[in-house]
């Protein structure tokens, strides 16, 4: 059974960049060719898609973020991670990693991660 | 951007009652349409894809109907597990945006 893991610093400070990992386990990233996600979500609002990575590297952004984002992969160690730069007090968020059901890169995603909250205060 | 607008945004229902929630695309995306279940600290469950497609696992109760722009998530005969937040989410297009959510409370 495919499950996803986030991990990284849960307190980030203004100005500085959050990263985070997605650990896959019970499937391979680079065996599979499937655009793989971010999305967050504000405490108490709703959702937001942050970008997608396709197992061979080329990544598609959110055109509202697309100027921080930098989505990458690692086959090696069945890993994709986000990097958000220059973070301000909005960027507080959980941040969920997730698959699509299918292979195209418009698409829903299941299974995701549990996702993990990323404060940004200084 | 399409923008994707549900209603309501809350709804309070009983055990056993039919409620209906909508989700209105702000342009044609065909059946590009899914819904999904969040639980407090939890994330989301897909429940339907596809704008009328059961996803495995999830009970009959769920179902989902509409094409174009306007779409309804329907729970048949709500049950104590089903009061959550609702959400849509189109996939109409490579710039993925969800709906702000509808939360069922218990009445």
């Known amino acids: 059974q495919l499950q996803l893991q986030e991990s990284g610093p849960g307190l980030v400070k203004p100005s500085e960049t959050l990263s985070l990992t997605c650990t896959v386990s019970?499937?391979?990233?680079?065996?599979?060719?499937?655009?793989w996600g971010w999305i967050r979500q504000p405490p108490g609002k709703g959702l937001e898609w942050i970008g997608s990575?396709?197992?061979?590297?080329?990544?598609y952004y959110n055109p509202s973020l697309k100027s921080r984002v930098t989505i990458s992969v690692d086959t090696s160690k069945n890993q994709f991670s986000l990097k958000l730069s220059s973070v301000t007090a909005a960027d507080t968020a959980v941040y969920y990693c997730?698959?699509?059901?299918?292979?195209?890169?418009?698409?829903?995603?299941?299974?995701w991660g549990q996702g993990t909250l990323v404060t940004v205060s200084s | 951007d399409i923008q994707m607008t549900q209603s309501p945004s809350s709804v309070s229902a009983s055990v056993g009652d039919r409620v209906t929630i909508t989700c209105r695309a702000s342009q044609g995306i065909s059946s590009w349409l899914a819904w999904y279940q969040q639980k407090p600290g939890k994330a989301p469950k897909l429940l339907i894809y596809a704008a009328s497609s059961l996803q495995s696992g999830v009970p009959s109760r769920f179902s989902g109907s509409g094409s174009g722009t306007d779409f309804t998530l329907t729970i048949s005969s709500l049950q104590p597990e089903d009061f959550a937040t609702y959400y849509c989410?189109?996939?109409?297009?490579?710039?993925?945006?969800f709906g702000g959510g509808t939360k069922v409370e218990i009445k």
């Open positions: 990575i396709y197992y061979s590297g080329s990544t």
């Open positions: 997730a698959r699509p059901i299918n292979h195209s890169l418009n698409n829903w995603f299941d299974p």
């Open positions: 019970g499937g391979s990233i680079s065996s599979s060719s499937y655009y």
């Open positions: 989410q189109q996939a109409n297009s490579f710039l993925l945006t």
